[in-house]
């Protein structure tokens, strides 16, 4: 479809770079009544944008009822997944300007992060932003400031800190599962290039914008900050030191970022906490396993299991969520830990909508995305610099 059909057809809402005075003067609806339906603008209509619009599609009370990207045929993409009436935008501050848009979510490339969230949040729109939160040190403190002064409910895109079953794991550790905590063991492992397709070379950085350096954090960003972020959940502080390597050693395809990292954070208490990510061996995929002196806990997006240390036992009790049900050996993983519940993006935005309607902080905040974004920066510098990078300390949450 030629642009200029394209936008004529979408009904597309082009527009200059508005002045602040524009943007502030039309704050959204900051209270709102059970039986308010809080409409969304995404931000973004990339694969993650496209594939949350799709998920609001299914959840009661919140509707996508606008879109932004500065790619047209991304932007004809993300109109046509929502099942509403979505007004689409190439500029998104004029997404901002629209009065109908109670929240937005930040889905667009790692670096335009902050500056979005924080003209999001001037504009009085609740945020739900993507993570990793924020890209270099000056960018995650201007948030935080901004996010900190501001009335409007923040959530960070951690959706794994939303999953009722993650919350469940963290409540069974702390309540002495698994023992004293020794160590951490994390992985993301996938096969595939990461490439997209690109309709025209003059859109390579735009499209596969994680492919470099000055846009992206490459997979720690994209894949180990949820791993990261569950540490730092679990352990309730962050590390105080991290070291790292990584290159590009298999994909040789003029990208910058590395296609294997191989990181390891320590904490003051001790532990430690080992995160390696792949894109040539998928070997077990998603898992983290937490290691303690009475046994392992191991997890994937879905499912978790328990291993106890030493002779097992065919009665867990409450390990699964059922007082003295007898949970179901698995000689590699052990007893299976059962709990309800959704999928985790489904469930993260469940949460935004219901921290609107309660005016209540999310689980997955801006204190908390903050921590894990310098965390992925402590991590970049290291394999960047190839040192051993201490937590920096100015940051002031």
């Not at 993570?131 to 995650?140: E, P, Q, R």
């Not at 080992?274 to 894109?279: G, I, Y």
């Not at 894990?372 to 394999?383: E, I, K, P, W």
């Amino acid at each position: 479809m030629k642009r200029r059909t394209f936008i004529k057809n979408a009904g597309i809402a082009s527009a200059g770079i508005l002045s602040a005075n524009s943007v502030l003067g039309n704050i959204s609806k900051l209270n709102f009544s059970p039986n308010d339906t809080v409409n969304i603008g995404v931000i973004g209509t990339g694969q993650r944008g496209t594939g949350l619009t799709s998920i609001i599609n299914n959840i009661d009370g919140i509707r996508v009822v606008a879109s932004s990207d500065v790619i047209p045929f991304r932007l004809e993409k993300g109109i046509a997944k929502a099942n509403t009436k979505s007004k689409g935008y190439q500029n998104y501050k004029a997404l901002l300007d629209n009065k109908d848009v109670d929240a937005v979510i930040v889905a667009t490339p790692f670096h335009l992060h902050s500056k979005i969230a924080i003209d999001a949040l001037d504009a009085g729109k609740h945020v739900y932003c993507e993570k990793t939160l924020a890209k270099g040190y000056s960018g995650i403190q201007e948030l935080i400031h901004k996010a900190k002064k501001s009335n409007s409910i923040f959530q960070t895109g951690h959706q794994y800190h939303s999953s009722r079953l993650y919350t469940h794991v963290v409540d069974l550790i702390r309540q002495g599962k698994i023992g004293n905590i020794i160590a951490f063991e994390c992985q993301w492992n996938r096969h595939g290039n990461w490439r997209r397709k690109v309709p025209n070379p003059k859109l390579e950085k735009a499209i596969n914008w994680r492919m470099y350096r000055e846009y992206s954090g490459g997979l720690t960003a994209e894949l180990c900050s949820h791993q990261i972020d569950f540490v730092n959940w679990v352990l309730g502080e962050m590390p105080k030191q991290v070291m790292g390597v990584g290159g590009v050693d298999y994909w040789k395809d003029g990208r910058e970022t590395y296609d294997n990292v191989h990181l390891t954070y320590s904490y003051s208490n001790g532990v430690k906490a080992k995160f390696s990510c792949l894109t040539s061996n998928a070997k077990d995929g998603y898992q983290i396993k937490v290691l303690g002196d009475k046994g392992t806990i191991v997890i994937d997006t879905k499912n978790a299991w328990f291993y106890p240390e030493g002779k097992k036992n065919k009665v867990m009790g409450e390990v699964d969520g059922v007082s003295g049900a007898t949970a179901q050996w698995n000689k590699d993983k052990g007893y299976n830990i059962n709990i309800a519940h959704l999928d985790p993006s489904k469930q993260a935005l469940v949460d935004f909508k219901q921290a609107i309607i309660d005016n209540k902080t999310p689980l997955s905040n801006i204190t908390s995305g903050a921590k894990t974004s310098v965390c992925v920066q402590m991590a970049l510098d290291a394999m960047y610099n190839n040192k051993i990078v201490k937590r920096n300390n100015s940051i002031i949450y």
